[in-house]
């Protein structure tokens, strides 16, 4: 266990490591961890680079808003999406849009582990599940 708690907090060092100025991990700093790492002389290099591909990605989605929509939503729209969740959380949002045509219609919008549904097919579901 001992070492399992060393390797986590050596992985998440590295996601720190990670970061730009602005907070944001990039490619950039992505790549520079990952050669210094090769460098280096470090135990259980597998299991670091698992759990700093882990965190890595955990934080990416924490920076991410993924709007999913029945149609492709404009530049505009997720230029607006992003600031208004970057307000929200403090922090840079960036905004990627997946069409999902079982939605109907609205959106949902999903940033590291938070969902916002505005969509009718869950507005259906919620409806259906207090029916039941």
């Known amino acids: 266990m001992r070492?399992?708690?060393?390797?986590?907090?050596?992985?998440?060092?590295?996601?720190?490591?990670?970061?730009?100025?602005n907070g944001v991990v990039t490619d950039a700093k992505v790549a520079e961890v990952l050669a210094g790492l090769k460098q280096a002389e470090v135990r259980h290099r597998l299991l670091v680079l698992k759990t700093y591909l882990y965190y890595v990605r955990r934080e990416v989605a924490r920076q991410t808003a993924v709007v999913s929509a029945p149609t492709a939503l404009s530049a505009e729209s997720l230029e607006a999406v992003a600031a208004k969740f970057s307000a929200v959380y403090d922090r840079p949002i960036s905004a990627e849009s997946r069409e999902d045509r079982t939605l109907i219609?609205?959106?949902?919008?999903r940033v590291g582990d938070d969902v916002y549904?505005?969509?009718?097919?869950?507005?259906?579901?919620?409806?259906?599940?207090?029916?039941?």
């Open 3 to 21: 070492r399992d708690k060393k390797i986590t907090k050596l992985a998440k060092k590295l996601v720190e490591l990670s970061r730009e100025v």
């Open 105 to 109: 219609a609205g959106v949902r919008v």
């Open 117 to 132: 549904d505005a969509s009718i097919a869950g507005r259906l579901q919620r409806l259906a599940e207090s029916v039941h």
